[in-house]
């Protein structure tokens, strides 16, 4: 005969020590069996009575539930919202259309800054235009993928029509394909902008 959970006002089966696997883990993990957990409407009071009403131009971190990309997440009547978005809509009124984005002046919404007065609503483009202000952007060498660097990139840009594609690749390492997609601009084309210059 299965028992339900010894902890207070909770209905799920008992597996471990007269506790479900939730009560159970959260014991294991601070020794209480009521720690760690969020209380219900705790988030969404903070929203308005911490978020909304902050003046400051320090960023203000969400302490609860974030995204997987870092930014503060909310569920309000069952549906998740991200908290910029909830924030900018607050000061600015509903985004302009729904591609705009919530824009953080401050570059920290992956770091889950929601302070009202770092947002604004901007286009897709504009936001990532300003990730390459704030360096935020991961592109070129701060991209976890890179394999080649800034100078090894110049230099295939600088041998275009000098050295056949295959021995630029054997040179640095790289697959044709890639030296390729560097000569048409379709991997560091802000390098090409700047040889321009």
């Known amino acids: 005969m299965m028992t ?8 799920a089966a008992s597996r471990v020590s007269g506790l479900c696997w939730a009560h159970y883990h959260r014991l294991r993990r601070y020794g209480d069996p009521l720690a760690g957990r969020t209380p219900d409407g705790e988030p969404e009071r903070y929203l ?43 000061v600015h009124g509903p985004a302009p259309t729904p591609e705009h984005e919530a824009a953080h002046s401050c570059g920290k919404g992956h770091l ?16 990532q235009a300003d990730r390459l202000i704030h360096g935020t952007h991961c592109r070129g060498e701060s991209s976890g993928r890179a394999r080649l660097t800034e100078p090894e990139v110049r230099q295939i840009i600088a041998l275009k029509g000098i050295k056949p594609i295959q021995e630029i690749a054997a040179q640095l390492g790289v697959s044709r394909r890639h030296v390729r997609n560097i000569h048409d601009k379709k991997r560091w084309a802000w390098l090409w902008d700047e040889a321009a210059a």
């Open 48 to 90: 308005r009575e911490v978020v909304l009403t902050y003046e400051g131009d320090e960023c203000l971190t969400w302490p609860y539930g974030r995204s997987g990309n870092g930014y503060g997440k909310l569920r309000v009547n069952g549906r998740k919202h991200i908290v910029s978005r909830l924030a900018c809509e607050h």
């Open 4 to 11: 339900t959970c010894s902890a207070p006002q909770c209905a």
């Open 112 to 127: 889950a800054c929601v302070t009202k007065g770092h947002l604004s609503w901007k286009t897709a483009a504009a936001n």
